[in-house]
């Protein structure tokens, strides 16, 4: 009779330590990735003299064949707009101003890319924002 009740409590035990082992490994709930949708197509860019662009964007998200122009607005700023270091647009062009504010389309990248670009004004460097561009569309 004593061998029984310790195989009856080694088998409780076996099952309350099979029970624990499950609620910590798999029965978690799986995570779903987290996407953002965010809207394409053509940009115009306001030339603010503070802000650089206005309203005052930091990130620029652009998706491939996009246009951006900068606009001086009613007061006639005199801008320029100078990549930094890539550009994201076809044929490679890095310097926008009065004289030419639109790009060309934006060209596809795989990756999700930042392109930094400095905004001047009237001959001051008001802003460094961003364009950001490829990924999955």
Excluded at 23 to 49: F, S, W, Y
Excluded at 89 to 99: A, M, V
Aim: aromatic share 8%; glycine share 12%.
């Amino acid at each position: 009779m004593t061998s029984t009740q310790v195989r009856y409590v080694g088998g409780i035990c076996f099952v309350l330590v099979l029970l624990l082992a499950f609620e910590v490994t798999g029965c978690q709930k799986k995570r779903e990735p987290k996407a953002v949708t965010l809207d394409c197509g053509n940009q115009t860019l306001a030339i603010d003299p503070t802000d650089g662009t206005a309203p005052p964007k930091k990130a620029i998200y652009v998706c491939p064949g996009d246009i951006i122009t900068w606009d001086p607005g009613s007061k006639p700023y005199q801008f320029k707009v100078h990549f930094t270091k890539k550009s994201p647009f076809i044929g490679g062009g890095k310097d926008f101003d009065n004289s030419n504010p639109k790009s060309q389309p934006v060209k596809g990248d795989i990756n999700l890319t930042v392109y930094e670009y400095d905004v001047i004004v009237d001959g001051k460097k008001v802003d460094d924002p961003q364009v950001i561009g490829g990924g999955g569309h």
